[in-house]
């Protein structure tokens, strides 16, 4: 059975940084394309990184040069560094695992962007 948790949310002010953590069971990370989304209230679901096998990454317009994406093949966990937060950062951040046999989302952890 294919399971994402992550963790790592929380309450930071403008400006400050957090890590969050997608870790994986039942589903290797790096055979997959492995992607971070955010859903803030009232809003749709919208992708915020994504790193590909290869190691190739992909940013939103909105997070470039602030939140990078990594992969520890070894602990099987994709990780979301998020700096220089703003408050329209705020939402509920999922983790989503893809590939031709896989579209797996875990169940989020929020993030609180305080002004």
């Not at 940084?17 to 997608?22: D, H, K, V, W």
């Not at 790096?30 to 790193?51: C, D, F, H, M, S």
């Not at 329209?88 to 989503?96: I, L, P, Q, R, S």
């Amino acid at each position: 059975q294919v399971q994402l948790v992550e963790s790592g949310g929380g309450l930071v002010e403008a400006g400050g940084s957090l890590g969050l953590s997608c870790a994986a069971s039942g589903v290797i990370f790096r055979l997959n394309v492995v992607g971070w989304y955010r859903q803030a209230p009232g809003n749709q679901r919208e992708l915020v990184a994504t790193i590909a096998p290869s190691g190739t990454t992909n940013y939103a317009d909105s997070v470039k040069g602030r939140f990078t994406i990594s992969r520890d093949n070894a602990r099987n966990t994709v990780y979301l560094q998020m700096d220089s937060l703003k408050p329209e950062d705020t939402a509920v951040y999922y983790c989503n695992a893809y590939s031709y046999n896989t579209n797996t989302w875990g169940r989020g952890t929020q993030v609180t962007v305080s002004s």
